[in-house]
């Protein structure tokens, strides 16, 4: 079993939509937690970067972290076809190797 | 937040070749980490590298492989040596800054 599940899609969702993009993960220790967008043909960018349990926003971005379940989420509302990416989950402890999830391809469709 | 560059962007190489991919970062960091992603993959930690220091190289990589250099605190090079087509991916250097990671925009090789 991985450290680190996420779906690999691809997930095609109309322009406007609401996507919900999530992992899970088995290790404990972990206690930040990151989304990354990765366009293709591009390095990673930083979307999301949260420690605690609870909800983060920025803009039409939320992240959610469940400790208890091991689970964590990225929701983009009002999603638009510049959306369409690689969406990667990623973690650690204390130290700074990040964990990767194996990425979901988003498409939004005009 | 760290603004990365990275030299080449893409390159073709013959077998048996070897390639130096540069990594310049705007900000004086303490660690930095090259990964591998291979087509349609997730990333690979490859290996850490801080000033002054050897490499730590992760399980399956190899300094002979993938020699690193790390001669300040915003720049550091990988090599990839004596290349085969096993080795087309990206190489993606990244810095850590308040706990956040940040990513280079990455370099394709193609082994022919």
């Known amino acids: 079993q991985k450290e680190v599940e996420q779906d690999p899609g691809p997930l095609s969702v109309p322009e406007g939509a609401i996507v919900s993009l999530n992992c899970t993960y088995s290790?404990?220790?972990?206690?930040?937690f990151m989304w990354y967008r990765q366009y293709s043909r591009k390095g990673p960018e930083l979307l999301m970067y949260?420690?605690?349990?609870g909800n983060k926003e920025d803009g039409r971005f939320t992240a959610q972290v469940d400790k208890s379940s091991k689970y964590i989420s990225l929701f983009i509302r009002d999603s638009q076809p510049s959306d369409s990416a690689t969406y990667l989950c990623?973690?650690?402890?204390?130290?700074?190797?990040?964990?990767f999830g194996g990425g979901t391809r988003l498409m939004v469709k005009p | 937040s760290a603004v990365i560059s990275q030299k080449p962007s893409r390159d073709i190489c013959q077998r048996g070749t070897s390639l130096t991919i540069q990594c310049q970062v705007d900000?004086?960091?303490?660690?930095m980490f090259w990964y591998r992603q291979q087509p349609g993959q997730s990333l690979t930690l490859i290996a850490t590298?801080?000033?002054?220091?050897?490499?730590?190289?992760e399980s399956g990589f190899v300094i002979d492989k993938f020699p690193i250099s790390r001669p300040n605190l915003t720049f550091s090079t990988l090599t990839v040596s004596n290349m085969s087509p096993e080795d087309s991916s990206i190489y993606l250097c990244?810095?850590?800054?308040?706990?956040?990671?940040?990513f280079g925009p990455g370099t394709r090789l193609t082994v022919t």
């Open positions: 990244s810095v850590t800054l308040s706990y956040e990671q940040y």
């Open positions: 290790n404990s220790a972990f206690q930040y």
């Open positions: 949260t420690y605690s349990s």
């Open positions: 990623a973690m650690n402890n204390a130290g700074n190797m990040l964990t």
């Open positions: 900000s004086q960091v303490t660690m």
């Open positions: 590298a801080n000033q002054g220091s050897e490499a730590t190289y």
